[in-house]
């Protein structure tokens, strides 16, 4: 989306990873909820540190993609080798009123970042 | 979210609603996409014109609903009665690289707004 660029345009040139902890298994509503907390955080902090990523990602349609790897240890390396990268990343903590404890990290989101600089990083990821 | 806010605190007084439209038969990764596309569309609309609903709806912890109902036209309803109440709305319209065709309305998202506002008009749907 949005629909007026979608027909036969170049794929976006940059885009927002988000990733979910598989271990908790969530439902598919849950899992939502934690992916949208993340890309709202993201988008907040590009606003301010980063508007001109901000602005390319939305020019490109705000390409975002929902991963899920099984444990916390490996959303840490993802979040550190995206860290060395420059990419921008932010952990949602759920408040714990359902599924989990309170303060579970339950989404780790990165970006926005050009397609070139995350696929290195989450490319080989299972989707959501 | 955040888990700071978490423990014995009263539930938020203000959301978003994301609805997701069921007869699409999303994948959880494709719906978590949606979802996200709505909340992040409503905050940039929120920040030019309900900055003070966005800044209660942030304070109290960006609390957000997931739900789904069938079809369109159960959601078309709801937009026009988040609308006479005053709520602000947004479509997202699937580009359509994967699952749907494009231009596709997938999901509408309502608010940020008092939880009083939405629940009866969203209160009775089933969480996605």
Redesign the interface.
């Known amino acids: 989306?949005?629909?007026d660029?979608?027909?036969g345009r170049p794929?976006a040139a940059h885009k927002m990873v988000?990733v979910?902890r598989g271990e908790l298994r969530l439902?598919?509503?849950?899992?939502?909820?934690q992916?949208?907390?993340?890309?709202?955080l993201l988008?907040?902090k590009a606003s301010s540190r980063a508007p001109r990523e901000l602005a390319d990602w939305l020019a490109d349609?705000?390409m975002?993609?929902?991963?899920?790897v099984p444990h916390l240890d490996e959303m840490e390396a993802l979040e550190r080798r995206a860290r060395a990268a420059g990419i921008a990343t932010v952990w949602?903590?759920?408040?714990?009123?359902t599924e989990v404890a309170?303060?579970t990290r339950?989404c780790l989101g990165l970006g926005p970042a050009r397609v070139g600089d995350l696929d290195p990083i989450t490319g080989g990821l299972d989707?959501?």
């Open positions: 989306m949005p629909s660029r979608a027909a794929r988000l979910v439902t598919a509503g849950k899992a939502a909820v992916v949208a907390h993340a890309a709202v988008t907040q349609g705000q975002k993609v929902a991963v899920t949602v903590e759920d408040a714990g009123f309170p303060g339950t989707l959501l």
